[in-house]
């Protein structure tokens, strides 16, 4: 029998099969490497439970690693929604994580940034001007109060939602699938940060061809898992300079003649995002060593 995975709870796995009925399933041995999307064959060991047989190819895979282990977040999604909000304050670092692991797997990426009904959001929004810059779709909205704004771009699409908890995903879930009623909490406003809600991802289906993955709130996303090589390219602004330094190696750290540098110089490349990159070579390299 082929299924869909949709919801990973640690080890054990709910399967949809072809007809939408839902299988509990658990691996064979220690194998875990199962993601919500992953298409897999199964074998009934009752009714209504299962052991996944094999796992089919997969289109893309997004996860994130550090130099110890590594989190599947979603296999076979066509685009990325990293979920942002005025309140509480977001990680610009994690949300350049999320853009380079999303370039990395050649997954297309979305912003989207939540609870604009809210007062004092112009420095988030103004924060958000560099990558709608560099080509990134921003969207605004407040998923509270109409959400309609976000549903052409999960037409057609294999979605997952990242984030920071406290962001507003299950409130967007609760807005385009509100019979899902999935539990939302306050947010801690004197620890600035949200409590988590989401302990394991599911997959929606928003309709026939469009599904949704909702996935626990993240506070860090490792990229041990790029090569320097990898990682200079997710950097889409870097590509045009890629090849044309002094050196055939060089790290663009603090390389004479550095194509990346001169364009920094030049006003052709944030260096704020130099910054990060330098930031995240540093840790591949540091975390290879271990």
């Known amino acids: 029998m082929i299924g869909t995975v949709v919801a990973a709870y640690g080890k054990r796995f709910q399967v949809e099969l072809i007809d939408k009925k839902r299988i509990s399933c658990v691996t064979r041995g220690k194998k875990t490497d199962l993601a919500c999307g992953d298409v897999v064959t199964i074998k009934f060991t009752d009714k209504h439970e299962g052991v996944v047989e094999s796992t089919l190819p997969r289109k893309t895979l997004l996860y994130r690693s550090n130099a110890f282990k590594s989190k599947m977040l979603a296999a076979n999604v066509t685009q990325i929604i990293i979920v942002l909000a005025t309140q509480p304050s977001f990680y610009e670092a994690l949300l350049n994580r999320c853009l380079i692991a999303a370039e990395a797997a050649n997954i297309t990426a979305l912003i989207v940034l939540n609870k604009c009904d809210l007062a004092d959001n112009d420095d988030a929004k103004q924060k958000l001007k560099l990558y709608t810059d560099l080509g990134y779709r921003v969207l605004s909205l407040s998923a509270k109060e109409d959400i309609s ?53 599911h997959l929606y289906h928003l309709d026939e061809h469009s599904q949704l993955i909702d996935s ?15 990682l200079e390219h997710a950097f889409i602004e870097f590509r045009p300079y890629l090849g044309k330094c002094r050196f055939n190696n060089c790290k663009h750290l603090q390389e004479p003649d ?32 271990l």
């Open 149 to 201: 704004t976000l549903r052409p771009y999960l037409q057609n699409e294999a979605s997952i939602l990242v984030g920071q908890s406290g962001m507003g995903k299950s409130t967007i879930i609760n807005a385009l699938l509100p019979n899902e009623d999935v539990r939302t909490r306050e947010v801690s406003h004197v620890l600035d940060s949200g409590k988590h809600t989401t302990t394991a991802a």
């Open 216 to 230: 626990p709130g993240l506070q860090e996303f490792g990229l041990h898992h790029l090569s320097t090589d990898e």
């Open 258 to 289: 550095c194509a990346i540098t001169s364009a920094v110089d030049h006003h052709k490349i944030a260096p704020e995002r130099l910054a990060i990159y330098k930031m995240l070579r540093l840790e591949i390299q540091q975390q290879s060593s």
